[in-house]
């Protein structure tokens, strides 16, 4: 087992005490777990004919290029999320 350990100005720090230290300090870290392409307003979900569901969809939140709106898996994320409330 490779043993490592982050310097800074204090010292060092494990890395199980430098993740606490990060998650304690950003507040923002968890923020894209609610933010998925599923939950997104603009995100409509691929049909499927067969009892076997898709993970994917199209991303309509902007104009469709040559090729079409662009594809995306539920899990995507992005900036321009708007949460729909019917899909929550």
Not at 3 to 24: C, H, I, M, N, W
Not at 27 to 43: L, N, V
Not at 53 to 59: E, F, K, S
């Amino acid at each position: 087992m490779i043993e490592q350990s982050f310097s800074y100005a204090g010292g060092t720090l494990d890395p199980e005490r430098a993740q606490k230290k990060v998650e304690q300090s950003d507040p923002w870290i968890h923020r894209s777990e609610g933010m998925r392409c599923k939950t997104c307003i603009w995100f409509v979900p691929k049909q499927s004919n067969n009892k076997i569901g898709y993970d994917l969809g199209r991303c309509r939140r902007h104009a469709p290029t040559m090729n079409g709106y662009p594809v995306v898996f539920v899990n995507d994320w992005c900036g321009d999320h708007r949460l729909d409330e019917n899909k929550v």
